[in-house]
């Protein structure tokens, strides 16, 4: 049935998304719930929350808030917070409430505006998208507000695009990331996962960008239009992703984002052209960067129906999948996806 | 800008009166601050009992989660736990489905699918529906009837209702009734008691099983004890029941209304004379007197033991453990403990502790965890030496803690003896 999951707990919803982009950024960031989304977006999909302070709020919606419309609250709400904390911008975040009660972000962000003397983002995600869209709009709403004046290109400074931990699943891979281009004498500006927003306000200085995840395509589009500054696909880390094992003649299945999917085939390619590797997802799978044989997941059953039917001999995925199909008898690669289990890599 | 957490001490309070409690204190009228202290008020499931796990409290139950994607997300913490494994499921709805309601169309299929792929038949489906459902005002009632002539098995509403959590009954009051509603009226056995509140038992020790048991009682029925659904069902035998936790108020006179079966409140209390008055009040209303010496004793001893080893305890209470902040406070100070700070949330019930404890400790601080200052909370000028309850211990990292928050309940002397027994090891 469509819709219906035996198996898997729901995947990190497109609020948790868009909230992983801005964590880092020093804003207050409001989740715009009754605490329910807000206890599982800080308890459950945001790993660095346990680790540092963070002005995260929940709006703390009550029933008359929404049944009424009264968004006027939220404002005043928001507008005291702000006179007693230090904050760089203040962001509203969508849930299914104020999806219901078809909250206008555009006229939220004007009143905001018109209190709070901060700059004012609002995602309007509604809990029922996946985490990638709620990144998606994160990114571009970041880039759209804070990208500053062009500047002069800075040769071997290269951006680092849709680094978050939904994404990336590692809490240190931004930290390996700056080694792996430092090693060549380049500085790599990881946004959103140690680099901050004086960064994003010169982006355009950096000579190209790294797009590690679909979720943050449009947005490298866009500071290409902006700025004329390049951008290619990929995961500089993808090696430590590769298990070691002759791929010749074999069938593999990868289930994972797009970006990070394409970038395990490539180098299993590297290693045997004969290799048959499908790239599949539960998430948003981008035309741009997709082969004939990409497939998008949407329901259990796709993916136990694929596995059934294409006798793959290695899958790559999130190890809470291998439960779905006890008959599998070849090698399952354990290729964790936070957005998928909620697990860290470093947690193995 | 001062960075500076909000706080009154409980002189300031008093004196302000329980209808003036500053609104940085009042939940509602600002936003909420998340933080590690917090998660257990913005995800009560999150750390133990909320309504989903609640919602599977009958034996051999399992709960299907109708709901948007993020509503069930946090969900695989409990299903990594063994006796929940296998017994939640999902449907996951989209943007179609709230402006058509074409999920509620689907329940009836999902239970039955879900009861198909089972080896055992459950002996209930919870339907737990969300905030969404709450906005489009869904009959769940009438979907679960749906749902159960369908699939041949009892389905029952679970509302999670986060938008009604301070309303007249949140969702963890509802879901107290839930979880009894599927009792079928029985014969009274006058030696049969059920004692509601709690979603675990309560310790083994606890001197109530002693004290009921010597009034007469042969039988004390806990949902948590429950082996299988048979054994639930004989709570519908009790002659009353006893409630110790006052979000089950509304399933005890679920139980008056439908089962006929009378009950009667108490209070979980850290204060030992007061916990030997109640005591004696009860055992008046069943006409007996209670043998309550030795255990009463035992917990004066603890009290006694740990002050000979902490003589200077400074305590920060918090409220996210077993009991009520103020109420710990004051029995601390009673016992001659300083109580330096209360991480709380005041109520009209709950502030007769703070007009007691602006007697005798005026001075003791009370901050609101969800304020949004508590980000600049600063520990240094506290003197806190010994924290109760998670959210001390988030503050007070550095500082011994007693979590206080297990599963199995402490109550009564018992639970004054554990607790101390479990600061003097700290």
């Known amino acids: 049935m469509r819709g219906l999951r035996k198996y898997l707990t729901p995947f990190a919803p497109d609020q948790s998304g868009a909230v992983s982009v801005l964590y880092e950024f020093g804003g207050i960031i409001v989740i715009c719930d009754a605490g329910g989304c807000t206890g599982n977006i800080c308890g459950f999909d945001e790993p660095r929350w346990f680790e540092s302070k963070s002005a995260l709020f929940s709006a703390g919606l009550r029933d008359m808030d929404a049944i009424l419309g009264r968004d006027d609250r939220l404002v005043a709400k928001l507008a005291d917070a702000v006179t007693k904390l230090d904050a760089k911008f203040a962001a509203i975040i969508g849930t299914p409430v104020p999806a219901v009660i078809g909250t206008d972000y555009h006229a939220l962000k004007r009143m905001t505006e018109k209190k709070v003397d901060l700059p004012i983002l609002t995602v309007d995600t509604d809990g029922m998208e996946l985490y990638d869209k709620g990144e998606e709009k994160a990114w571009k709403e970041l880039f759209l507000v804070f990208a500053g004046e062009k500047e002069d290109v800075i040769l071997g400074r290269i951006g680092i695009l849709g680094m978050t931990p939904q994404d990336i699943s590692d809490l240190r891979a931004a930290d390996r990331i700056r080694e792996h281009f430092a090693a060549e004498g380049k500085t790599a500006v990881c946004f959103g996962m140690g680099n901050g927003l004086d960064d994003v306000k010169s982006v355009s200085n950096v000579e190209k960008n790294i797009v590690v995840s679909p979720a943050a395509l449009e947005a490298a589009k866009y500071l290409e239009r902006t700025y004329g500054t390049p951008y290619e696909t990929g995961y500089p880390l993808v090696d430590e992703l590769v298990y070691d094992m002759d791929y010749h003649g074999k069938k593999v299945l990868i289930v994972q984002q797009q970006v990070i999917g394409s970038a395990i085939r490539e180098e299993i390619q590297k290693k045997a052209k004969d290799a048959k590797v499908t790239v599949a997802s539960w998430f948003m799978i981008k035309p741009e960067l997709c082969s004939d044989t990409d497939l998008h997941l949407r329901d259990e059953e796709d993916y136990i129906r694929l596995v059934e039917n294409m006798e793959y001999d290695v899958i790559y995925a999130d190890p809470c999948m291998k439960r779905m199909t006890p008959e599998f008898d070849g090698i399952f690669v354990d290729t964790i996806h936070f957005a998928v289990s909620g697990h860290l890599a470093e947690m193995r | ?426």
């Open chain 2, 1 to 426: 800008m001062r960075q500076e957490a909000y706080f009154c001490t409980v002189k300031e309070l008093d004196e302000l009166g329980k209808n003036n409690i500053p609104r940085q204190l009042i939940s509602h009228t600002h936003l909420i601050y998340s933080s590690p202290a917090t998660l257990a008020f913005n995800s009560p499931g999150a750390e133990g009992f909320g309504v989903k796990r609640a919602g599977l409290a009958v034996p051999d139950s399992v709960m299907l989660i109708v709901s948007p994607g993020c509503c069930g997300r946090n969900t695989s913490v409990l299903s990594s736990m063994r006796a929940y494994q296998d017994r939640f499921y999902y449907l996951l709805m989209d943007e179609t489905d709230i402006v058509t309601g074409r999920h509620l169309k689907k329940i009836p299929k999902a239970v039955a699918e879900i009861c198909e792929g089972l080896k055992k038949k459950p002996s209930v489906v919870m339907i737990c529906i969300t905030c969404v459902d709450a906005l489009l005002g869904t009959d769940m009632e009438r979907v679960c009837h749906k749902a159960e002539e369908y699939a041949g098995v009892p389905v029952r509403p679970c509302y999670m209702y986060a938008l009604t959590r301070e309303g007249r009954k949140p969702p963890m009051v509802h879901v107290r009734q839930s979880v009894y509603s599927l009792l079928e009226p029985k014969k009274k056995k006058g030696n049969v008691v059920n004692l509601l509140g709690y979603f675990s038992p309560l310790t083994d020790d606890c001197e109530l099983y002693d004290l009921l048991h010597g009034a007469g009682v042969k039988t004390i029925h806990e949902i948590s004890r429950c082996k299988d659904y048979a054994q639930y069902q004989t709570m519908s035998e009790a002659n009353f029941n006893l409630v110790l936790h006052p979000e089950a108020r509304f399933a005890a006179e679920d139980f008056h209304d439908r089962l006929k079966i009378p009950y009667i409140e108490l209070r979980r209390l850290y204060q030992i004379d007061k916990i030997a008055s109640q005591y004696r009040a009860f055992a008046a209303a069943l006409g007996v007197e209670f043998e309550d010496e030795i255990p009463r004793k035992a917990a004066e001893e603890a009290v006694e033991k740990f002050r000979e080893i902490h003589p200077d305890a400074v305590f920060a209470v918090g409220e996210w453990m077993n009991g009520d902040p103020f109420e710990l406070a004051l029995a601390l100070v009673h016992y001659g403990f300083r109580v330096s700070e209360i991480y709380g949330t005041l109520s009209g019930e709950n502030f007769v502790y703070v007009k007691q404890l602006a007697k005798i400790s005026p001075d003791t601080k009370v901050f609101s965890n969800l304020e949004p200052t508590m980000l600049y909370y600063d520990k240094s000028q506290s003197g806190v030496n010994m924290t109760i309850g998670k959210d001390a211990g988030y503050y007070h990292k550095e500082c011994s803690n007693v979590l206080w928050n297990e599963e199995r309940q402490p109550y009564g002397y018992a639970g004054v003896r554990r607790l101390f027994e479990a600061l003097a090891e700290v």
